[in-house]
């Protein structure tokens, strides 16, 4: 496996604007490093802070769907788009926040026979009618969300975070992005 991060340029922490060298220097003070995403975005930083922007919109939200739930729509749209790059990060966050070490690798291999509540299920359909098949995307998809108990807010939520990563995805896929070794491992031993 080549050892480049991404066909395209990066940027260490240390090279980003002030205002994105804060904003990465905190997440990589949680985490305990730099999720290669933001080193190659960064690169170009008005795309990086719009990207950074919209991601805490949705994903930092405090109402309707749960963290967990969130990275549960991640994992299923970017198992569904093949992108190796989320799937690692997000797996590993989702193991993280759901407290489950095979729920994210179950999601993303076979979204379709995993089992899940009935919420889960609506949550991951919903994502995946959008993810694969977005042109056959209305009302059947909407009423079986509503169905399960969704609410239009949290439809919203699933449509919006799978749009945004379907953009990320696609992104990950240009710039032949790697996964950061530390997300490997992440949430699959107890601490």
């Not at 690169?43 to 919209?54: G, I, M, Q, V």
């Not at 749960?66 to 690692?88: D, M, Q, W």
């Not at 994502?127 to 169905?147: P, Y």
Request: net charge negative; proline share 4%; with cysteine.
């Amino acid at each position: 496996m080549s050892e480049a991060v991404s066909r395209f340029p990066v940027v260490e922490l240390d090279g980003l604007p002030d205002d994105l060298r804060d904003r990465v220097g905190a997440i990589a003070e949680k985490s305990g490093f730099v999720p290669n995403i933001f080193r190659a975005l960064g690169h170009r930083p008005a795309e990086l802070r719009a990207f950074l922007d919209y991601h805490d919109a949705l994903m930092e939200r405090r109402e309707g769907l749960t963290k967990a739930e969130r990275e549960l729509v991640v994992v299923a749209t970017s198992g569904a788009n093949h992108c190796t790059y989320c799937v690692v990060a997000h797996g590993a966050i989702l193991r993280v926040r759901a407290k489950d070490p095979q729920l994210a690798d179950r999601v993303s291999a076979n979204p379709w026979q995993v089992e899940l509540d009935a919420r889960g299920r609506a949550i991951v359909e919903l994502a995946l009618a959008l993810a694969r098949d977005s042109h056959l995307f209305g009302e059947a998809q909407l009423a079986a969300a509503r169905e399960a108990g969704l609410t239009d807010d949290e439809i919203w939520d699933v449509g919006a975070i799978t749009a945004l990563f379907a953009m990320s995805n696609r992104l990950a896929h240009l710039t032949a992005l790697r996964p950061n070794e530390e997300f490997y491992l992440m949430g699959r031993q107890a601490r």
